[in-house]
């Protein structure tokens, strides 16, 4: 299913949790990227990864944080420090510069 | 860093008309022009690309323009069916991460 995974499809955050998205893929892509989508916002970048071990904050990262240990992982933490953090989370990879961008299918998080 | 602004936000069309959204961005070192269709619930999809140097690229009933100059880019859907109904991001790149435009919601009636 497009070689992108995104889970769990659903979460529910409590005010002052911390909650991991996980993403994995298997389509052997370098570059890796975490966007959040709101209602009329588009899609904008909060952290990315083009290799292993290095990552690199986008245009909205206070609040979360990432890992890149493996090629094929880049889990994003929401931490509490993310004010306002109900929203659709995309994860997508790239197999190079320029080049078509894969989606996984999505994590809608709310916080209740 | 690079800014892209789309337009209009939503457009309403008969099944059968032409559909045009547009693109503009703000930086000159951009070279590549992705668009994206997302239909409600689902992730977004590639639907047709273009680099810069090319005017014009066609497939099937979509199009899309780019003008470097003035540094605007368009998508061209051609007797537009209901299936067509989605939103469309436009995005742009240059040789590090894609920017993406707000969105336009189209609606295509029967």
């Known amino acids: 299913d497009g070689g992108i995974t995104q889970s769990p499809k659903y979460l529910f955050r409590k005010e002052g949790q911390n909650v991991t998205l996980s993403c994995e893929q298997n389509l052997n892509h370098d570059a890796m990227y975490w966007y959040r989508q709101d209602p009329g916002q588009g899609l904008r970048l909060i952290y990315y990864s083009q290799i292993v071990n290095d990552f690199q904050k986008g245009d909205i990262a206070e609040g979360y944080s990432v890992s890149r240990e493996k090629k094929e992982s880049f889990p994003l933490t929401v931490t509490s420090a993310q004010k306002n953090p109900t929203a659709f989370y995309l994860c997508a990879t790239q197999g190079g510069a320029n080049t078509e961008a894969f989606f996984g299918q999505g994590t809608r998080l709310t916080v209740v | 860093g690079e800014n892209v602004e789309q337009h209009p936000s939503t457009l309403s069309v008969q099944e059968g008309d032409s559909a045009v959204i547009k693109c503009t961005y703000s930086d000159s070192a951009s070279n590549y022009f992705p668009w994206y269709k997302q239909e409600l619930g689902k992730r977004p999809q590639l639907i047709i690309d273009i680099r810069s140097n090319v005017g014009e690229k066609k497939d099937q009933r979509i199009a899309v323009t780019l003008n470097k100059t003035a540094k605007h880019f368009s998508l061209h859907i051609t007797e537009t069916q209901p299936e067509d109904s989605a939103v469309y991001f436009c995005?742009?790149?240059?040789?590090?991460?894609?920017?993406f435009g707000k969105g336009t919601m189209l609606l295509v009636s029967p």
């Open positions: 995005a742009a790149s240059g040789y590090s991460t894609l920017t």
